[in-house]
């Protein structure tokens, strides 16, 4: 599985992109179509807008994407997601949470 967390790029009012973001945006999309990627977050991140992609080529293994508060005064919510995994070779299929990647990251755990 490939996951991607970015900031997409911003449109104008009419919904179309810029120069120079209107050739880095075709570029994007055409990698994503080339590579099979799916945007897995589909809800709002800040305001009614989505600026998170988390992307994958197997969406199957995705099992829920959701939005959490952001931290202090942030306006932007974190995004949580659910994948299936498995470990060691074990065949059984298990749940990974993405908040239990952050909370080593920044050394809560």
Known sequence: MCAIKRNAPQNNRQG??????KDLYDNFTENMINHNLEQMVKIPTRNNNIL????TNIPSQVLETKTLPGLGTSDHDIVRYFTKSR????PSSKTTDSSNHTRRLIGLT
């Open 52 to 55: 998170d992609l988390f992307l």
């Open 16 to 21: 179309l992109f810029e120069r120079p973001f």
């Open 87 to 90: 470990s060691n070779g074990d």
